[in-house]
């Protein structure tokens, strides 16, 4: 960690600001680039007085959004039609994938606010949303204030580390999964409920 930072700070600040808007914003486009390790090494190195923390928040905010935004064009200009592929790799038929894009209009834009802000799950809803031709001023506005709160929320925390920041980055590391796995097994179990629920009260309402 600490011959990261070596390095950095002998490396030109304008450089750095490149490399942090290019990384966000490809991530954000749909690669799977992890970028918690850049924001939060960069976040301390601020502390250094090397980069301007301010500086850096406003370049790594401007660059996440513009991604996502390329991904939902992207998705909005061809992505229904790789989606049927899909769709029909897998033997769905194309009322399957109506279903999907008028449930992710209607409520994935909370999906694209919430990814903005969970590691790995980032680069992947934008696309959706863009075939499923969200509105896209609801999808800027919630990706923009998802990744707001991603960008300054890990910056904040290298910069209030300083030296210690690879503290933060190993239990990312360590608890990110596990915590996701059982969020996801914590919504299966609830739509799991819900739907015997409805069953259960349709049954009796039928006798």
């Given at each position: 960690?600490?011959?990261?930072?070596?390095?950095?700070?002998?490396?030109?600040?304008?450089?750095?600001?490149?490399?942090?808007?290019?990384?966000?914003?490809?991530?954000?486009?749909?690669?799977?680039?992890?970028?918690?390790?850049?924001?939060?090494?960069?976040?301390?190195?601020?502390?250094?007085?090397?980069l301007?923390?301010?500086?850096?928040?406003?370049?790594?905010?401007?660059?996440?959004?513009?991604?996502?935004?390329?991904?939902?064009?992207?998705?909005?200009?061809?992505?229904?039609?790789?989606?049927?592929?899909?769709?029909?790799?897998?033997?769905?038929?194309?009322h399957?994938?109506?279903i999907?894009?008028?449930?992710?209009?209607?409520?994935?834009?909370?999906?694209?606010?919430?990814?903005?802000?969970?590691?790995?799950?980032?680069?992947?809803?934008?696309?959706?949303?863009?075939?499923?031709?969200?509105?896209?001023?609801r999808?800027?506005?919630?990706?923009?204030?998802?990744?707001?709160?991603?960008?300054t929320?890990?910056?904040?925390?290298?910069?209030?580390l300083?030296?210690?920041?690879?503290?933060?980055?190993?239990l990312?590391?360590?608890?990110?999964?596990?915590?996701?796995?059982?969020?996801?097994?914590?919504?299966?179990?609830?739509?799991?409920?819900?739907?015997?629920?409805?069953?259960?009260?349709?049954?009796?309402?039928?006798?």
């Amino acid at each position: 960690m600490y011959t990261v930072i070596h390095l950095l700070q002998h490396t030109n600040p304008l450089l750095i600001y490149l490399i942090v808007a290019l990384a966000l914003a490809l991530e954000s486009t749909g690669i799977p680039i992890v970028n918690s390790t850049l924001l939060l090494c960069t976040g301390a190195l601020a502390t250094y007085n090397h980069l301007n923390v301010v500086v850096l928040a406003c370049v790594a905010i401007v660059a996440s959004i513009a991604g996502a935004c390329c991904a939902y064009m992207i998705g909005a200009r061809g992505g229904r039609r790789t989606m049927l592929r899909f769709a029909y790799f897998l033997h769905l038929d194309r009322h399957k994938v109506r279903i999907f894009e008028r449930w992710f209009r209607k409520y994935g834009i909370w999906m694209v606010f919430a990814s903005r802000i969970i590691p790995y799950i980032r680069p992947f809803t934008c696309f959706p949303a863009g075939f499923s031709h969200t509105n896209f001023a609801r999808f800027l506005v919630s990706a923009s204030v998802g990744s707001l709160i991603w960008c300054t929320g890990m910056l904040y925390l290298g910069w209030s580390l300083g030296r210690r920041w690879g503290v933060a980055l190993y239990l990312l590391q360590r608890y990110t999964i596990p915590t996701l796995v059982l969020l996801l097994l914590l919504v299966i179990t609830y739509a799991l409920c819900t739907r015997f629920l409805k069953k259960r009260i349709a049954a009796r309402l039928q006798v």
